[in-house]
C-alpha cells in the first residue's frame, strides 16, 4: 500500500529557505515521476509546482517559482526533495506530493496522481 510523508514545512520568514521531503513507502519510486503540489489558503484547487520524472529531469509549472525552487530525488532513500528557496509570502500554503506516470500537463493539471491518493501534506508559512 502507498503511503507518502511530506515533511519540513514550516514558519520561516521572507527570503528565507526550507527544504521538503517526500519520502515513500509500500512502492519504489523509481518507477515513477513525482509532482509537489501546494493548496493556498483558500484556494480550492492543488497548483503543480515542479515535477521529476524518473530519470531526474524537471519540469516546472509553476512560473513564480522558477529560479526559486528546485526538486530532486534520492532514490537510495526513497524520498524526493523540494528545496526553496527566496521564499515569499505568496509561497505560503500546504505542499503535497504525489506519486505520477508521468510529469505531462495531463498528468499535473488537475492533479492525477497515479494511485489517487495524497499524503497529508506539510505547512510552509512564509512571514516576518
Known amino acids: 500500500q502507498l503511503h507518502l510523508v511530506e515533511s519540513g514545512g514550516g514558519l520561516v520568514q521572507p527570503g528565507g529557505s526550507l527544504r521538503l521531503s517526500c519520502a515513500a513507502s509500500?512502492?519504489?519510486?523509481?518507477?515513477?515521476?513525482i509532482g509537489w503540489f501546494r493548496q493556498a489558503p483558500g484556494k480550492e484547487r492543488r497548483e503543480g509546482v515542479l515535477c521529476i520524472n524518473k530519470v531526474g529531469g524537471s519540469t516546472n509549472y509553476a512560473d513564480s517559482v522558477k529560479g526559486r525552487f528546485t526538486i530532486s530525488r534520492d532514490n537510495a532513500k526513497n524520498t524526493v526533495y523540494l528545496q526553496m528557496n527566496s521564499l515569499k509570502p505568496e509561497d505560503t500554503a500546504v505542499y503535497y506530493c504525489?506519486?505520477?506516470?508521468?510529469?505531462?500537463?495531463?498528468?499535473?493539471?488537475?492533479?492525477?496522481?497515479?494511485?489517487?491518493?495524497w499524503g497529508q501534506g506539510t505547512q510552509v508559512t512564509v512571514s516576518s
Open positions: 509500500g512502492i519504489t519510486l523509481d518507477y515513477y515521476a
Open positions: 504525489a506519486a505520477l506516470y508521468g510529469c505531462t500537463v495531463a498528468d499535473m493539471s488537475p492533479p492525477r496522481p497515479a494511485f489517487g491518493s
